[in-house]
């Protein structure tokens, strides 16, 4: 898993389960707040479906942070204003990012077991994701059949 498909799963994760995935870290290793969470602006870039040109569809409120842990930068954007979750999900980057750097002293069992949980909660986002389609496919209307 790379740090991308982390990140989106975080975003998708509740604030209690990123607290929860960054509870042992946070009670075991040394945490430092490096820039404290703060809301800011992130402008959204879209891709338009017909000419698969890039525009900015407009701005998105978000919250960054960054940590170290044990010496490992961490860092954190989130859309919405929770600062706990992004404080979190920043601990889980430094946690994650330990593995460049052999002297924090962290067992790789460590981040796999991490790496683990994480794609626990991508798999059950997975299937809430496919819940909701198949849901949402039941009132779908096809026109080319209704006009025959």
């Known amino acids: 898993m790379n740090r991308r498909e982390m990140s989106a799963i975080l975003a998708g994760a509740s604030a209690e389960e990123v607290r929860a995935a960054a509870a042992g870290i946070r009670d075991r290793y040394e945490i430092q707040i490096l820039k404290q969470p703060q809301k800011t602006l992130v402008m959204v870039k879209v891709r338009e479906s017909v000419k698969k040109s890039l525009f900015y569809l407009g701005e998105v409120l978000a919250t960054e942070c960054m940590v170290t842990v044990n010496g490992a930068k961490g860092a954190s954007v989130m859309a919405g204003d929770n600062f706990e979750k992004c404080i979190n999900a920043a601990v ?31 798999e059950k986002q997975k299937k809430d994701r496919e819940k909701l389609n198949r849901q949402i496919r039941k009132s779908k209307v096809n026109f080319n059949v209704m006009g025959e």
């Open 92 to 122: 889980i980057d430094g946690f994650m990012n330990t593995e460049k750097m052999p002297e924090c002293g962290i067992p790789e069992e460590e981040r796999e077991a991490l790496r683990s949980e994480i794609k626990r909660l991508g």
